[in-house]
Structure formats: C-alpha cells, structure tokens
C-alpha cells in the first residue's frame, strides 16, 4: 500500500514510525498505518463550529486529484480528497486560508471567505518534482540530498517542437552548459557541467538515459520525465572515471498507475531565419564600395581587373554599370561584341536567390500507456519532419522515434522490464560542387555579387552562380546522412527482502549506425549563347560508422532504521565495451549522373579505408547513507574503476568522494523562524574523480598506414612511417571538486532558493610535455604535466503561487544564473609564450592591442609610434582614416615584443571570451482555461573578437568583393565623417596576417552578451464539457514562439550576427571558414493540439 | 518456498557477477594499425615504409614557388628576407621529423628477412632521402648537427652544438656513394621513383653546390677542397651521360620541346629523371595557373628585363651586343629570339583557349609575365587544379652541371661544350652556338663582376635560362657569392611615351597605358597602369623602362647567405648558436 505523505511535521512522524517496524513488522503495520489513515479525517474534524466548505481539486488537464492534503492554515484541521477529488472541511472561522499539498504538485493557497464549493487547480511544478530526485543508481528525497543535484522535469519541453532533446535544454539548468553552434536540425552539442574541464584529456558530462549511456539526440523528447543533473564529484562518483565533469540523468516516462492512457499531440511549425543580414544589393553601390577597396589597399595605384576568380571588371565596366543604375531601363545582359559572352549588370540579393522564403516543419507524437496490478506498458511513437531553408533542393530533416516500454511483477518480490527504443535520423543536405568544400555561406561571400547573376536570359546557370549554389539548381550534389539506432535494456528489480533488501541488475544492447552518402556531380553553366560547360567534380563517397555497445549494471541496496538513525548502504558492479568500426569508400568518376551508384563508377582516383576503436571500462562502486533524525545527513562513495585506455599498470584506480548536510531548519532552535524559513540546509561535498576520458590507444607505439599523397610509378601507394614517441608513466587525471551549497524555502515554501559554490581542480592534465629541441624529430610525447582550476556558482530561485480572482490564477517564476571561470595552474611553458597556455593565465583571455582611435591627419601619423608591424595596404603607407594603435610600452615601435608575459610588446588582455553570467528566466501563469509561459535565456558577459573572413562582420575590409553589410557602409572614415566606427576603406585589412583590423585590438572587440526569448507558449485548455462530450480527459491548443526575440550590445554595431551562434563555420563541410558561415539560428512559430483520452 | 526462490535468485546474482567480473578484458590494441614489429618483416614492408620518404621531396606547389626569392623576379608582396625586416623570430624550417623518419628506418629495416640486395637497395633508399634532407639544412643553415640515430626524450645529444659543415658534408657524400651503389638501377620511365640514376644526378648537383660554394665562401677556409667536390660532380655527372640512358627531349616541334617538359601530365622520361608527379584522374594537382594569374592568389611575379636581355638571339649574337637594347618596344624586343623565351613569358601571338592573351598588367608588373610552368587552358586558373608534372631533376641540368663543374676546375674542353651547351642552345633554336671566345660584358657588369672566364659566363647565363622558374636560382645566387644581385632594381618593359596605350602583341589592339591618373575616358580593353613616380615610375621620367617597387629598401648582405635559426630554437638549446649577423 502506498503510504500518503503528509507535509511537515506531521509526514515525518508517520514517515519514521512506518520505515523503523517495516522490517518484519511490515505487514501488521501496514494494516495498521491504513486504519490510521481511515480514521485520520473524523479525528482531525475540529469540535468548533465554522462554515463547512466543499471543493474539488484537479490537476491543470483537469483531471481529479485523489488524495491531496487540505489544511487549514494556522490550525490542525485537515482532509484528503476522495477518488473524485472531492473534500468537505470545516473552518474554524468565517475567512481561511486553505492549504492544498500533493506529491508532485507542491503546494497552493486558496483564500475562503464563506463561498462553498470551491475549486482547485493543482499545477505540476518544478519545484515539487523535487521533492525526489533522480540520481545516480537510485532516487534520494531533495530534502536529503547532500551533494550538487538539480532536477527539470519533462514540462520545459513542452508546447515546443525541437529538431532534439537538446536544444531543449539548453539554459534550463544552471551550469549545464549547452552551446549550439547553429541552426542545423541535425545539431547537437556537448553536455558540459560547471565550465572548463581538463586541457589534456578533455572531457564533457556523461549523459544517462535511464542509467545508460546514450545519445540525447536519438531520444524522443516527448518521452523525458526528468533531467537530472549530478554536478559535484560526490555526486557522481558513483559513475567513476566517466563522471568525472557530471553526469546528465536522463529519465524517461513510464505508464500511469491502473489506468490506461492515450496521448496525443501534433503541431505545424513555420521556420524563419532569426537574423537577417541588410546587404548592399544595389549593383553599381556595390561595385563602386568594391573598386574602391581593392583600389585603396593597393596604394591608390591599381584598380581591379576581375573580381575575385571569373568576373571581368574594369573601369570601363562600372560606367556602364552606373549608366545603367541611372537608367534602370537598360537591360541586365548584354553580348560582349569581341567574345561573344554575356556581361552581367545585375542588381542580385544573392540571400534571397539562396533562402526559401518559408520552411515548415512538424511534429507527430502519440503514445498509449496503462497498467494493472502486474502489468504496465509504454508505447510512443514521434515523427518529427522540418523542411529546409534553401530555396532550390532545400534540407530535408526527418527524425523518427519509436519506444516500447513494458514490465511484468513476476512474482511479488520479482520485477521484470524491458525497454526498446528504436531511432532514426534522416538528414538531406545539398553540397557545393567547389574542391575546398567550404560552406555555401562562404562561397556566396566569396563569388556571388550583386553585379553577377544566378541564371542567363536562355535560363541556364552564369559561371558565378556555379561556384556558389548552381549545385543546389541543377541537384545531385548532395549528403544524405541517416543515422539509426536501435536499444534494448532488460532490466529486474528483485525485493529480496521487502522495502529492505532489493537487488537490481540491467543488461543494454545498442547498436548504432550512421552513414553518410555524398553525391557530386559536375555542374552545367554557360558563358555564351548556346555554349554549355561544367564544372565540378564526379564522385560520391560513403562514410559509414557502426557502434556496438554492451553495458550491464548489477547493484544491491539495503536500508535499515534505528530508532533516529537511518542506514542505506549500495554496492553494484559495472560493466561496458564498445566497438566502433569505420567503413570510407569514396570513388571518381560517375558514369551517368543521374545513376549515382558504386557500381556504376570508373575514375581511377579512389579511397577505401576502414579504422575504428575498442574500449572497456568496468567498475566496482559503493554508497553509503546514513541520517541521523533527517536532520544530519552524511553520504561517502567510492568506485574502483578500470579502464582499457591506460596502460596495464595503470588501468585501475580508486575514487572516493563524501558529503554531508545539516537541515538547520530541523534543529528545535529553528521553531521560531519556521514560519519565515520553513526549510534551510546547508550542504557540503568532496571528491576526486579520475577522468578515463583520453582516446583509446594513446600509451602504443602505432604506425598508421595512409595513402601517399604523392603518385608513385602511376599510383598513390599506402605507406608507413615512424610510430609516435609513447608517453612515459602516463596516469590518470584527477578532477578534485569541492562544493559548499545551500537550500532554502521561504514564505511557505513558495519560495525556494538553491545555492552552490564549487572549486573543481584537475589536475595531472595529460598535455604536452616540456618543448624539446625540434632535432628530437616527433611530437613531444604528452604527460600528466598541467593543473586546472575551475571555480564558480549557481543560484536558482523559483517563485510558486495561486490567487483566486473568481477562479484561481496559478503563476510560478523561475530565475538562474550561474558562472564559472577557469585557470591555469601548472603549465609546461618556462618562457611565459603569451600564445601558449601559461601559468595563472585565465581560460579565454584575449590579447591584443588597445586602439587608441583613427589618425586624424598627416602629423598625427608622422608623431605617432612605428606602426610599420600593422599593415594598412600592399605598400604599407599609412593615411588619415587608418587604424592608430596604443603604444603601451612607451618604446616607439608598434609590435609583438616578444610575445611573453615579461615582453608582450603592445599587447595586453583586452577581454575574454568564456560566457560568463548565464541566465535563465522561466514565467509561467494559468487562469481559467488559459495558460502562458515563456522563457528567456541569456548570457551576461562575453567578448568576441570578429575574426578574418567574417564577412557579415567586416564587409569589404575583409575581401572587396564579399558582402557588403550596409551597418557597415554607413558607419567607414571618410574626411567628412571622422567619427565612424570602421576606419578609412580599405580591402583585406582585416583578412591579411598583421591587417589593420586583423590584428586583435579593443575598438573592434565585441560585446556579445545577449538575451534572447527562446519560448514563448500561449495556450487554451478546450471547456471540459465539450471535451468528454468526445471521449477525452484534456484538449488544448496552443500558440508557441521560439527564438523570437533576442538583444545583445552587440547590436549597435551590427544586427547581421546571431550573438548565439556568433562562432564557427559549418563543422561538416569546412569549421574554418569564418565566423558565421553557418547554417543560420531559426525562429519558429508554432501551433499545436494535445489531446488526451 | 518463496524465501528458497529468493535464495537461489541470489546465488545466481552473484555467480553471474563473479562470471563478468572475471573477464576483465583490458588489454585491447588498435586494430587498424602496425606497430614496430609487425611493420618490418617482408619487403613489401619495407617498400610501405620507404614510401614514406617520398615526403621529403618538393611537391609541385614548392616548385610553382621555387623562385619566389630570386634577382629575376619582381611580385606583390615583398619578400621580407630581402626587404629588412627579417629576423630569426620569424624563421623557420628547422624541422627534424623527416630525419627520424629515416633514421628510424635505418634502426628497423634489419628486422626484414629479405637477400643483401633488397636489404642494401632499402639501405640505399633511406640513406639518399637522408642526403636529401641534410643538404637542404646545410644550404640553409650552413653548418647543422649531424643525427645517425633516433633521439629518446633524455638523449643529451638533444642539447648538442651543431656538427661542422665538413663532417656534415662528408656524410651526405657517403650516404649519396652508397646510395650511388645500392639503389637498384632500373630506369623508370615514370620518373617518380628513385633509382641509381636519380642519385646520380643528384650527386652532382650535390656536388656541384659543395665545390662551388667553398670556392667563392672564402671566409670558410675551404677552398682547398673545393676541387674534390667539383670532381665528384664531374664523376657523378659523367657517368650518367655515359651511360645514355637519358638525353635532351627533342620533337618534331622544336618551338614546344622544352615547354612541353612542364605542360605534360605524363613527365617525359626521356629527359626527366624525377618529377613531382601530377595526374588529373587521381586528382594530385599544383596550382601553377591560379599562383601565375591570379592578382590576389599569387604573387604576380614577374621578370625583370635585366634577365630578359641575357636570351641570346636565335642568329646566336647577344641581344645585348646592339646598340640601345635598352630601348626597344616589347613587342619587337621578344622576336627572334631564343625559342626557350616564348617558352617563358607570354609574348607574340601567344593564345589562350583559341584568343589572343598579351602579357596581362592586372598579373604583370614588367610586362614580362611567366607562363612555363602553367597550363594554356583558362579550365584551372581560380583553382588548384593542374594537372602537368613538374620535373625535379631533369637531364638539362645534369649537362649544366658536368659544365659549370668542368668550367671551375678548368679543365673544359670544347667537346664539353658541344655535348653540354651546344646542345641545350641548339634545340632552344639558336644558330651558331659555338664555344665564345670573349667575355660578355653585359653579364660580367650586370651579373658576375668577379668572373672573367668567357665559358664560365655562358654556362652561368645558359643556367639562368634553361632553368628559370625551376628552384634553382637563389641557391645559383648563393653558391656564386652573388647575393648582391637581389637588390637588383626592378626593371620592365621599355615604354616610349606616357598616356599612351601600347599593343604588345601585334594584334592591332592596345592593351596597355602608363598613366599617372586613368583618364576619364578609357580606351576599351586598355589596362591603365598607374606610376606615381615614388613606387613605380618609368626610367627616364615620362619614358623609359617601367620601375616598380622602387620604394622598397632591399639589402642582403654576405651574413644572409646562412638562414639564421629559429629563436626559439636557440632558447632550448643554447648550445646551437646563432649564425653570424643574425645574434
């Protein structure tokens, strides 16, 4: 039977009292505890008279709520609700205020004053699914939690579609640092807890799905019933060497208790770029802004002769263009009379020839769960289906999840599960046909101009448009990535002694296959009228990657109580191996595009590779619980951890970590105070993990075999070569962490407060050792040789409440922000190299010069400091309008001094650029049938330095011919505007080495803190009436915005940046092609219904 | 009975634990990988690992850039070695890990079970890439440590001075005898393999260098053994010729046969001995078209007209011998003269794809604008797809060699001649090429004030032109002492009149003004080229010679011959010591 918790007081008495007989007593107490309960309501029935009050509670889909406690504030009087939810409770008075407590639900406050009968809507929240917390082999009440542990459920993901679960969870906990790079679908991200980790090894959070490794992108977020996070060592020691940087708990929905339920929801969503560039689109503005580049960076001497590789451009070229600017009547294509080709006098917005003015998406999502005495299940299924941005053979992203989820009370003490998940991820993604495979965004700023054109008037492609994105118009250039994974754990749960004794044990089998197609087919354009040519290579390649996974978990647990005392002891066994086999077939030579095949491929250029890695980790671990009066609270872990990584004398270590707490607000000192802080704890932790994360292999001497890139009597040979110098004693790394954190609840508990402060130490990092001579003739072998510190804070506040305005108003805010900064300890580096890591360097730094401003005139630049290290253009000759550096150093000369902390020359820090300050803020409200919530996140502080071929950033100062941002047009030196932000044009300054603006320095350094409303959700729960008339529990439709606003300080400058994003290039086709040349961040408006039965 | 279920179910527990807890498999090694002793048993293992040597040569790019510091050429962006600013922080190319890789070899290859022939033929192949790579470091360096062995971490000989260039030098010649000696001798017809003829040539080149260079290097106190070395470049050179197995290509289009060594995909192994090999199909490209003609891609590298001036005309009389040779319009100075020019530059009625293509000034700064070593075809000029071999070593330079050597120990006789420079003059078209008998005075006042040998002259002048663009020149310039020419000004095409535009190939349209603002209106296809009498300006003011780059301070003086060490380098290990001049 299943004990009701009573809050306060009285749920710790009935708590105690059942734990301590249960042992061999149980089934006699049982019985006696449920006649208790029975009498409970007539014995709390206060003598004295009020009015009587009758009222329902049901949940926020309206259901009824059984069995919720109903007190009457200030006094004893207290009722449960029957099976419809109904209670009647006499009041000792005309006012009251009545006290509504349910597991799961928290608490809520409802004034009466008379009125009968009332109702109540009780909202699941986050803080009340707190109230157990999910952590590692097993759950631990939150009041009794010791270690760093904080817990969402399922609702953040709610009413918002998402490509994967974790962009979901992105700023939902503070210190679970999630960083997108862009607006893919396919995009996923590292888990990183509480900040920089380790330099040497690396290493992010161990993600768990029900206790077992898995990717968070292949699980159907409709199916998460919490995420937990284990953020200190003490916490997650339980994990060993794999838990080193936290541990992400994944835990998903099982069926509802003895009743059968059906689910289901389906939104349409409409995608739209959440920032869009404002370009120079005006041919002739553009090719005046263009010439004008090339011209001042070759001195005021040479104008150009082509832009970039294949446009003619000429003097004589941009008078005709501005005849025609001037005359729009004019056509955009003439003949040249002497070659017979097309002139392009175009007025072309590439972006809007690239971008799809729409992308659609949807989701489908249905699952069936119910349950009897021995029997439950689980069954869901998902589609979720998003249309690309491109506008010619667009993206194509569809994810299918499909779980089956079951368990069987074999016997009374016996319970048998099983899981089986199966995913799929099918992404389409149109390539260029370019032999440096960069990005299309790259390329667009690269080759595609206004003054160029995508298509002839004869309707076939310009060469220009086949540089850039003529693959995407004539198709067959493309990826084709499909991504399956299929997972099964069986698991039991054996009540060896009953509510004492359990055994559990889990064996998962997953198989993981992803495999990529890249097709490339040459593509068709025309120079002249009647004269097709090509462009591109033929080939298509396979990559295709199999994981084999086995992990089996075997632990036990008892609990015992004496008298005040409480024991809980877990010993469990872990093992796991993986096996990762690589297949790499690429070949030449198609031999009729429109059948892309291997078979049907000649070229004698070919690559066929194979590859992969194994490793095993096993693991024997412990915890141990002891509380005394849930008032003192003490928890000690260890785990003996073996890995296959590290050499055989090396491959087992030992981690032990401990915890304590002290509930003050338990202390009899405490009393006065409850009334104001009902709940205070302070917490303390200590641990130290060995980090395995370092790549299988690294302590062999291994001689690789690669094709020579050099052709050998009429072939490219494979050939060997020397094997790397293996490292000498190489040991674990260690990450120590300290955590000191505080809980607290005020004004009845609705208002609760969560504190940590922590200190995490890696150290031993396995870096590169000290520089040897370069005659050692090899890589310098990597040792256990640097030190890491990390230390920062989380704070959550969460605020929950209910008024009643004729009906109750139900409203909770949720407030976070965390913080963290990183330092080097220990580093080889003697010299003090500023471009190195270096001693008690700050992780993030960014050295560069201080921009003093623009030289006024020609004195300024004659009694100024030797600039001559910075270049402003081919011949180096400064002018008014150029950049002026600081000279810090006082000796005349502009330069890089040394490049050591002791002789930076003109550098100094002039910002980092870690995110600092990352915030989140949660607002939710429901009244009556409507309800509302939106959610913002944000980071407080981060500088960003712009980078080389950022072209959004820098427009024609970074290439003449690339984009042409107006924010940046509007905003360059000229005599008649001194004050600008940009200095005097000049093309390539910011993209060649030592450029003017390539040169890290303050002026141009940005500030991309940003705050951005990442959900928005307005929503209508359908009248009930309406709603059982057709055979439902709940209907309600909603209204869902994301990513529909955003601010940052870097908008002052430009608006042509997404400061989420800001970082990085496409990883899959080229991650070095400059910031921003990426899939662009999407807003997404959606509408929804969710439907029970 | 439900307690003896529970028992049993215990019991099982924990027997299954035991069961996986036992099979703690942790030893795993990679799969898709040799280790040391799996990686040298057969020969085919040691032909794996031996290709790995390959890396050591220039690819095609390095070629495509050999000359990119020389006297010859002018380009965009200044080559800060000669323009001043250079100092050993910015140094580079003290690189070692090829050396290992080597020496790695040497310490394995044993382990093989294969006969002497194949053992020393593989002995033979490790020891000339290690030739190879330490002749590099001495032309660089000058005197550098010498490595037999891989270095452990604590091997104190990491911390050592360097070795002397005597020792080191002999140990390359010892290493190329062998190698002379061991490599199998098989002529490939590839030529992308080493052979006993590769190393050959090799050594005379080698060899060549040595003697040169302790001859003219005074201050090293080597002069005595120069001749030692000259005569291996003799003997190495000698032995090639003699036996016959590679000679000059010649066709039926004498206008083409030297051009035709770089455009073709397949190296022409007639002459080629080794080549960096380039091929379309298996997509191993350099980028020749797109470094020559692209402004911003390349370097826009020219030659200077001083250089030009040294091509003989094909009657054999010295282009330099008539009167004002300065002073002839570009169009009319290129004609007649030797066939290897309109190889070179672009010049006449030189075509692309089927129309006209004069030397370009958006690529151009002299007018004399190299095409030798690219593609005709407009296909590859943005991308880095060319296809044509490039050749390492070819026959040419071999004769060149066998003369200049031959030349410096005095002993060359007019036969050499005939079989060294006649012939190379003869297929560029030169009538009349017999041995001189005067010394050029245009080359000894504008190149080689120190030599008075009228041979020697002609060999050096033949050197400059048959191996332009190939890599040679700033080690030429390096091994003569004549450092000094790379302050050369920078001299172009003569232009009679300002603001006038100019046809350069006699195609009835002019393509090219010297102006020093554009005028407002533009003759079509007209390049504008701006002087503004401080960077560029014509010679005489309003005529003359184009002058570009004139701004540019350049200085090289006889310190910079030895490559200082990187800094950083020196900090490790102190012991190394800067070369002179760069402390």
Known sequence: MKPTIFYNRRKRLNYTFRARYSSFWAPFFSSLFALLLLFHCPLSAHPFSGPEVKGKVSDEKGAPLSGVTVNVKGTSIGTTTGPDGSFTIQLPGKEATLIFSYIGYGTAELKVNGQSPVTMIMRQNDASLQNVVVIGYGTQKKVNLTGAVDQVGGEVLENRPLPNLTRGLQGVIPNLNIRMTDGKPTRGATYNVRGATSIGAGGNALVLIDGVPGDPNLINPDDVESVSVLKDAASAAIYGARGTFGVVLITTKKAPKNRTKINYSSSVSLNDRTVKPDLVTDGYNWAKTFDSAYYTWNDYKAHPQKVNSVFPFSLGYLDELKKRHDDPSLPLVDLDPVTGEYVYYGNTDWLHELYADQNPSTEQNLNVSGSSDKVSYYLSGRYMGQHGIFRYNPDQYKTYNLRANGSVQATKWLKLENDLTYSQVHYFYPLLNHPSNTPVWRRVSDEAFPIAMLKNPDGTLTQNASIVFGSFVSGNNYSDLTRQQVRNTSRFTANILPNKWRVSGDLTFMKVNETENRLYTPVPYSTKPGNMLERGESKMNQDEDKTNYLGFNIYSDYEQHFGKHYFKALVGYNYEHSLLKSLYIQRDGLINNSLPDFTLLDGQNYTLTGGGNEWTTLGGFFRFNYNFDEKYLLEINGRYDGTSKFPQDQQFGFFPSASVGWRISREAFWEKLESVIPDLKIRASYGSLGNGNISPYQFLEVMGVSKLNRVLNGVLPSSTQKPNVIPNGLTWEKATSTNLGMDMGFLNNRLTATFDWYTRYTTNMFTTGLPLPAVFGAAVPKGNYADLKTRGWEISVSWNDATNWSKPLHYNFRFTLADNVAFIEKYNNPLGLIDTYHKGQRLGDIWGFETEGLFNDADDIKGHADQSYIRVSAANTQLPGDVKFRDLNNDGVINLGNSTLDSPGDRKIIGNDQPRYLFSFTAGGEYSNFFISAFFQGVGKRDFWPGSDNALFWGAYNRPYSWHPVSVENNMWTPDNPNAYFPRLRGYVALNSRGELQVTQSRYLQNVAYVRLKNLTIGYNLPKKLVSKAGMSTARVYFTGQNIWTWSPMYRITKDLDPEVIEGSDPETNPDSGNGMAYPMLKTYTLGINLSF | ?583
């Open chain 2, 1 to 583: 009975m439900n307690a003896m279920k529970r028992t049993y179910f215990t019991i099982l527990t924990v027997a299954a634990v035991a069961f996986v807890g036992c099979k703690k498999n942790l030893d795993l090694k990679p799969f898709d990988k040799l280790s040391p002793g799996t990686a040298f048993n057969t020969e085919k293992d040691l032909q794996l690992y031996a290709n790995s040597f390959y890396n050591i040569l220039p690819a095609g790019n390095d070629i495509v850039r050999g000359d990119a510091l020389s006297d010859y050429l002018v380009g965009s962006t200044p080559n800060t070695y000669v323009y001043g600013t250079f100092n050993p922080t910015l140094a580079t190319g003290w690189k070692w890990d090829d050396l290992r890789n080597v020496n790695y070899f040497l310490e394995h290859y044993q382990q093989a079970n294969v006969t002497p022939e194949a053992s020393a033929h593989y002995q033979g192949l490790a020891r000339f890439f290690r030739a190879w790579f330490y002749f590099d470091m001495v032309k660089k360096f000058g005197d550098v440590p010498w490595y037999g062995k891989t270095l452990a971490v604590d091997d104190p000989d990491l911390y050592k001075g360097r070795d002397p260039r005597t020792l080191v030098m002999d140990s390359v010649l010892a290493d190329l005898n062998y190698a002379c000696d061991h490599i199998r001798d098989t002529k490939d017809a590839t030529a992308s393999q080493i052979t006993k003829w590769v190393a050959l040539a090799f050594k005379s080149r080698v060899c060549l260098f040595e003697g040169t260079f302790r001859k003219y290097h005074t201050e090293l106190n080597l002069t005595s053994t120069a001749d030692k070395w000259l005569n291996d470049a003799v003997t190495a050179a000698d032995a090639l010729i003699t036996s016959k197995k590679y000679s000059l290509h010649t066709s039926t289009t004498p206008a083409a046969d030297y051009r035709d060594l770089f455009r073709n995909e397949n190296p022409l192994s007639d002459e080629v001995l080794l080549a960096a090999v380039n091929n379309k199909s298996l997509r191993v490209f350099n980028d020749a078209n797109w470094y020559w003609t692209s402004a911003t891609y390349g370097g826009r590298f020219s030659f200077i007209k001083k250089f030009i001036n040294t091509y003989l005309k094909q009657d054999g009389t010295r282009f330099t011998d008539q009167p004002s040779y300065n002073e002839i319009p570009f169009a009319t100075e290129v004609k007649n003269r030797d066939l290897r020019l309109q190889q070179t530059i672009r010049m006449g009625n030189y075509t692309r794809d089927g129309a006209v293509a004069p030397p370009d000034f958006t690529y151009t700064y002299t007018g004399y604008m190299p095409l030798k070593l690219t593609l005709d075809s407009k296909a590859t000029d943005g991308v880095a797809e060319n296809y044509n071999s490039l050749p390492l070593i070819r026959y040419a330079e071999v004769l060149l060699n066998y003369a200049e050597a031959k030349a410096e120990l005095n002993t060359f006789a007019s036969t050499d001649w005939d079989k060294t420079i006649k012939a190379l003059r003869t297929r560029a078209g030169i009538a009349n090429a017999t041995m001189p008998t005067t010394a050029d005075t245009y080359l000894q006042q504008n190149y080689y004030n120190d030599i008075s040998s009228p041979v020697l002259l002609e060999i050096r002048r033949e050197r400059g032109i048959e191996l332009a663009l190939e890599g040679f020149r700033y080690d030429d310039l390096k091994r003569w002492k004549a450092g000094k020419l790379l302050e050369n000004q920078y001299d172009g095409m003569y232009v009679p009149a300002m603001n006038t535009p100019y046809d350069l190939n006699e195609d009835g349209k002019p393509d090219v003004a010297v102006v020093t603002k554009v005028p407002s209106t533009k003759v079509p296809g007209v390049y504008y080229f701006i002087i503004d009498n401080v960077q560029n300006k014509l010679s005489e003011g309003t005529k003359g010679r184009l002058i570009v780059m004139d701004n540019l301070k350049r200085s090289y003086d006889d310190y910079k011959y030895l490559y200082p060490i990187p800094y950083d380098e020196i900090v490790l290990n102190p012991a190394l010591q800067q070369n002179p001049g760069w402390q």
